[in-house]
Structure formats: structure tokens, C-alpha cells
């Protein structure tokens, strides 16, 4: 049973009547809804509760978290960041979605600043899987067509992707990469592009597909963790520098 977290800053569907006739129950609420037809346990979280929902309690239980924020990056605690960084050092997956690409979260782990070009003209978007091979691919056909999307343009400001899965064409004429994966400590991360919230894009199959996937990914692996600091020889040292014998 993997443990997955979806949180979701829900301001938009609070401020915005066009966002709440979308996602009548929030982008989050959206999400979690597809997923639970899975065998996941899936719990969400969202900036105005206590701690924004990410307790110590519920970061450690926590398996995937999925985060989609946009109005309030800024209002996130840098505390609440830092234990989610160590989280993910830790193990636990991460996927950023779409306008999370500016989330203090997604910034600290890429270290940069995660800059774009951006539009939003109803414009068609092609997602190109340019890594038919990647687990996160899977059950995907060549590409994934949206008819309406927010656009955004490359450059993208990220460190190079361990992985590129995905990148975009849109109408206008932009590409962008869509899909990227990295390692963070024992963790692994995933950005996914697509997500405005005024497009119902959480409803389309192969969109659900996708992050599907990336939970399946990202989980954690049992691996062992690494010992740091002064080591003790393993054989002896019996080379002499500089007059000492070691």
C-alpha cells in the first residue's frame, strides 16, 4: 500500500468561481479522486490548515506527495520547506505539478530558479514522449494532446533532468520540457507540466495516467543509507608519507 499525500495550496477555488465550476471539490480533491480508484492510500492537505497540512506526523507516513500551488508560494512556512526537503533526502517521492515549478519546495531541490516563459491563450498543447522506455510512459501512446492549455516556454530554468520523459509543443509555436525526473538524496522527483487550473486537464485518462505512474515511481525504495563522516581503514595502511607510518 503506498502512502500518497496530495496537497494543494486551494486558494483558487476559493477566490475564483470559473477554478470551483472546474474542480468543485479542488484541484487536490480532483486528483486524490482518481487515484483512490487505485490501491493507494490517498489523503490530502492544503496551505490554510495547521502547519499547511505537513505535520511531522503526516510528512513521516507519507510515501508520494504530490504538490500543485500557484497564488501563495510566498505564504509557505521555509520550516515546513525544510522538513519536506528532508523528507524527500530521506526517500519519500515528490511530484510537482504544473505552476509548482515556482513552489519554494521544488526551488530549494533544484536550486535555481526555475524561471519560464508563460501564456495563457487557449491553445492546443502536444506532449511528446520522447522516453517510450521510462515507467512513467507507460500505457501512453506517442503523445498526449490537450485542446486548450496554459503555454510554457523554454528556458526553462532547471538544472539538466536525470530523466527528460516529456517535452511540449503548443500552438503558438513554444516547446518545453515537460517531464522531468531527478534524484535528491535516497528520494526521487518528478515535474509534470500540465495542470491550469481553469482547463479541466486532471480529468483527461492519459493525464491521470501519467501521474499514476510517477506515484508508482517514485515511491520509495528500500535502500540502505549511506554512513558519513571519519571512516576507519578497512585494511591496514602500512605506506609511509611524509615520515609518519599510517
Known sequence: MINVLVWNENRHEKKDEKVRSVYPDGIHGAIAGFLKNEEYKVNTATLDEPEHGLTDVVLKETDVLIWWGHLAHGEVEDSIVEKVKQRVLEGMGLIVLHSGHFSKIFKALMGTSCD???????????????DPSHPIAAGLGEYIELEREEMYGEHF?????????????FEGGEVFRSGCTYKRGKGKVFYFRPGHETYPTYYQKDIQQVIKNAVQWAKPADLRTPVYGNAKPLEKISVKREGVEK
Open 157 to 169: 530554468d532547471i538544472p539538466a533532468p536525470d530523466e527528460l520523459v516529456m517535452v511540449s509543443w
Open 116 to 130: 519560464l516563459k508563460w501564456r495563457e491563450a487557449d491553445e492546443k498543447e502536444r506532449i511528446w514522449i520522447v
